[in-house]
């Protein structure tokens, strides 16, 4: 039973690097998303006016808020799986 806990610990640890490494990339796009934000002049745009600029500033602002929101998602099914695999441990020491 040792051995399954501890190859299913292996595979959880091989899926958290996988997720490090794609929460990585999308960091890496919200800083070039930043940049580019960041690079737009503060005069008048193209943006049909002032309508049209409050449009895709609440478009920018919806894309940020999901990007948060699929951040914490992922870190609250990482807690759960490493709770359930220290559940399962402990209830093997009880053993």
Do not use: C, W
């Not at 070039?32 to 309508?51: K, L, N, W, Y």
Request: aromatic share 2%; net charge negative.
């Amino acid at each position: 039973m040792e051995q399954k806990i501890s190859e299913i610990i292996v595979h959880m640890s091989n899926s958290h690097q996988q997720m490090a490494r794609i929460i990585d990339a999308e960091r890496e796009v919200a800083v070039r998303m930043a940049q580019i934000v960041h690079a737009i002049p503060d005069g008048e745009s193209v943006f049909e006016g002032t309508p049209g600029l409050l449009e895709n500033t609440g478009r920018v602002n919806k894309s940020v808020i999901s990007y948060l929101n699929a951040i914490a998602d992922l870190q609250e099914a990482m807690a759960e799986n490493l709770g359930l695999v220290l559940k399962e441990t402990r209830g093997q020491e009880e053993e």
